[in-house]
């Protein structure tokens, strides 16, 4: 089964397996963002998605290393929701969630069974805007089966 991606590509998963690291911080915007990478993955035709749980965005990055290195997977998608608040803690989680992941996905896709990670947390200056954001799930696990796709198509060459 195949599904358009946000940029019209046809993807197809079919025989792919899946994780999805998702935050219980901001859990009502977390869990749309995580049925909406369910239906993707689901309708992409990815036979075997797990999901793992951890409790805020700085817990993201680790609790994916550790399921990649498990093995047995195609793609991460990482989803997560921070807020603006008051003081610099927002800043301070939003750089290191990124820079974290970012570092994972350079390292997961450059090594021989490559694994693709995609970014799906949300950096809100309130919760309007992360009401207006729920969706983002769905294209961060199209991101992850297009890359994951690109990677093993350049392990096959």
Not at 1 to 16: I, R
Not at 80 to 86: A, E, F, M, N, Y
Not at 93 to 100: D, G, K, P, V, W
């Amino acid at each position: 089964m195949s599904t358009g991606s946000p940029a019209g590509v046809e993807l197809d998963a079919k025989g792919m397996r899946f994780a999805i690291c998702a935050t219980r911080w901001n859990g009502e915007i977390v869990d749309q963002l995580l049925v909406g990478a369910q239906r993707a993955l689901a309708e992409s035709g990815a036979e075997n998605v797990r999901v793992y749980r951890c409790a805020g965005a700085f817990e993201l990055a680790p609790l994916a290393a550790r399921v990649a290195r498990k093995g047995g997977i195609d793609g991460i998608v990482a989803l997560g929701c921070l807020i603006r608040g008051g003081t610099d803690h927002y800043s301070l989680l939003a750089s290191e969630t990124t820079r974290a992941l970012g570092s994972l996905a350079l390292e997961l896709g450059t090594n021989p069974k490559a694994v693709a990670v995609a970014f799906g947390v949300l950096t809100c200056d309130n919760e309007q805007q992360a009401e207006e954001r729920r969706d983002k799930g769905r294209e961060a696990a199209l991101s992850a089966v297009a890359t994951a796709l690109t990677l093993k198509g350049l392990g096959e060459q």
